[in-house]
């Protein structure tokens, strides 16, 4: 008798590593230690302040207590080198990278007429510029091994702006542009690229606005709660996958129906 294919096997990364930058909590943590689960050797980036580094700590403690491979790396993207020591950091270590997880971001909320350069800078800095890096790093050697999964970690400001996020709002959108344009790139090469956008999901980063708006924002998703962490694993395990293999330049979004609702 033959046996049945498992449905789920698809979504095994056994064999696989995983490069998720701004993992050391929340969005990125999660992300981490679901592809753990799923077999991937996972490289835990942070920006390699104390705080960060012990939270990496634990994140790479945890996974390998669970029998797995991860390794923490320090790499500050707001600097010209910093994505480019990463990749070369990672690379040396793990000897490829097979996905790469673009999740680090800044945002700095004020109104848009009092934008600092040097604020302006940053965000471009962090959100755009090392993504770029990471790239070209990573995504040809992708190609020619004829495997690989790109996602970047987009956001609800990507469609719906906040006013006070200009600079940050722009940058996803145009991370998300990018997403789309280098997957019709790569098409045909093995690689898939795409972005995933978490709606109101409670983090430290958002928990100002949501003590102050969240009752008003909570009236606006129609599955009637916030976002956790955790809700964005599966979604980014299926776009990171086998499983995933028919998705490219798709945009997930991920917010309890807030976009339709």
């Known amino acids: 008798m033959t046996a049945l294919h498992h449905p789920l096997a698809p979504f095994r990364l056994d064999g696989r590593t995983a490069l998720v930058t701004g993992a050391r ?122 495997w690989g999964r790109v996602l970047t970690i987009g956001s609800a400001q990507q469609n719906l702006p906040h006013p006070g996020m200009l600079v940050y709002a722009g940058s996803k959108a145009m991370q998300h542009n990018w997403a789309v344009n280098l997957a019709r790139q790569c098409a045909g090469s093995g690689v898939t690229v795409n972005n995933l956008a978490p709606g109101a999901i409670a983090t430290a980063r958002n928990r100002e606005q949501l003590a102050t708006s969240g009752h008003e924002l909570l009236a606006r998703i129609p599955v009637g709660r916030f976002g956790r962490p955790e809700d964005l694993v599966g979604p980014a395990l299926l776009l990171c996958s086998d499983a995933g293999s028919y998705i490219n330049g798709a945009s997930l979004v991920v917010d309890g129906g807030r976009l339709i609702g």
């Open 25 to 146: 909590r929340e969005i990125g943590r999660a992300i981490a230690l679901g592809f753990a689960a799923q077999g991937a050797r996972v490289a835990v980036h942070h920006l390699g302040t104390e705080e960060e580094a012990r939270d990496a700590g634990e994140v790479v403690a945890t996974i390998q207590a669970g029998g797995g491979i991860a390794q923490g790396f320090a790499a500050d993207f707001a600097t010209d080198a910093g994505a480019q020591s990463l990749s070369a950091a990672v690379l040396a270590a793990f000897g490829q990278v097979d996905i790469l997880v673009i999740n680090a971001s800044i945002e700095l909320v004020e109104p848009w007429a009092g934008i600092s350069r040097d604020h302006f800078d940053r965000q471009i800095a962090v959100n755009l510029r090392s993504t770029l890096d990471l790239f070209q790093a990573l995504i040809p050697p992708m190609q020619a091994r004829g």
